[in-house]
């Protein structure tokens, strides 16, 4: 922390300008050693988020640039910062960083500028997790989703629901310091409706946990079904792009494809898989295998099947099998002469569907959504967990509540009921970091680019 870092904070590349990142308590120093400001009154009066036009120069290079002096406290990481961009290429950009290192500063490590602003106190853990979820976004739901945790709004949750377990926490020190008999019964229908409130709140939070990880991950989506009955063909059009080999020969893929695409505002990972049926060669067979396994895996089965065509034992088998997670495609609905009947088996969605005439996606993306946005969570007006971290500590938290709670309601003395809620606290200052541990800090930024 001592250190002052640099990096390249846009992609190394040929490009019209590259923006480098140096911040620390050394700084300021290190760029006017190298920095010829045009107006010089200005650059010395000290003003803090401003742009200065300049000469960098060096032994090996000269370039102009601009360079954005951002002061601490007021800086995203709490130290000062200034912002170098100078012109696109590799080479200056890299020359520039070497300068500066020899004049001080050190290569910093990947997400090491956003670790600093979480141990100087300008973004919580959850803020932290939202700068990568930001950068690495691919729809427009996870964007928003990102953003919204990134100014504050699932934090101020968090935080809200921590102080309401701070505050159980010291009525029952009050309890255990002042044990006067006559109040006994009513601390203890204080303390369990007390209780109650802040594992209402925790589950509400954790409503739209799935919406949330499915917005920010995706859903892996497998399309499954006999030969011949438009697989390969749903892949390219969902893609747009003749990715997957179509023809009339039953057994064309015999291996998985693989693609993401955006549908409607949700990732889904696509996996186009080998027809499934008793398979007539070694290679056929191993491809088949895979679809099953692929089946097991999936958080989402589009089952293809032939409009008017009696089921196959198989696809009745996945109906059966994975029934809530399956929505059934009848394709070829072209190739009707009458208005398709669609019987379900059980309780699985059925939707008409022609590729050839690109007719029934839309219905296909409703579904989704209906899927993915719960009716308790059907916008994203509300902040959202989608971290498999903060979901897992949130979850603990709840645990240990509901067995305070069940403790509460046996009786226990007030100093076993305060151990679960302690652990509570504990979890839930997990989330935003107010109370983790050095791995956990390094497992977290360890997956931010290098100058961010």
Known sequence: MDDTIIALATALGVASIHVIRLSGPEAGEIIARSFIPKN???????????????????EDIADEVLIGR?????????????????????????????????????????????????????????????VVDLISARTSD?????????????????????????DILAFIEAGIDFPEDDVEELDRLTLNNNITKVLYRS??????????????????????????????????ALLQEERAIVTDIPGTTRDEIRESVNLGGILLHLVDTAGIRVGED?????????????????????????????????EVNIIENYGNKVIVLANKTDLLTRKLQLQPLREEVWIPL????????????????KRVFAPECDSLSEPLLSNVRQISA?????????????????????????IDIRKALQHVSEVTGDDVQ???????????????
């Open 438 to 452: 050095e791995d956990l800090l390094e497992t977290i930024f360890s997956r931010f680019c290098i100058g961010k």
């Open 70 to 130: 951002m002061l601490a406290p007021a800086s995203f990481t709490g130290e000062d910062i200034y912002e170098i961009n100078c012109h696109g290429g590799p080479w200056l950009a890299q020359k520039i960083i070497t300068c500066c290192v020899r004049a001080g500063a050190r290569v910093a490590q990947p997400g090491e500028f956003s670790k600093r602003a979480f141990l100087n106190g300008k973004i919580d853990l959850i803020q932290a997790e939202a």
């Open 354 to 369: 022609s590729v050839v005439c690109h007719q029934g996606f839309e219905c296909l993306e409703q579904e989704i959504k």
């Open 394 to 418: 949130l979850e603990k938290a709840e645990k240990v509540l509901r067995a305070a709670l069940q403790a509460l309601e046996n009786g226990f003395p007030w100093d076993i009921i305060s």
């Open 203 to 236: 589950a509400e939070l954790l409503t739209g946990s799935k919406t949330g990880k499915i917005l920010r991950e995706g859903l892996q989506t497998v399309i499954a079904g006999r030969p011949n009955v438009g697989k390969s063909s749903l892949l390219n």
């Open 142 to 166: 996870a964007a928003k989703l990102a953003f919204a945790q990134l100014r504050g709004s699932l934090s101020a949750k968090i935080v809200a629901l921590r102080q309401e377990i701070m």
């Open 282 to 314: 070694l290679i056929e067979q191993m491809g088949i295998a895979r679809a099953w396994r692929a089946l097991e895996a999936a958080d989402l089965i589009l089952l293809v099947v032939e409009a008017g065509h009696p089921l196959t034992s198989d």
């Open 40 to 58: 010089l009154l200005r650059w010395n009066s000290k003003d803090n988020f401003t742009l200065h036009l300049g000469i960098f120069k060096d």
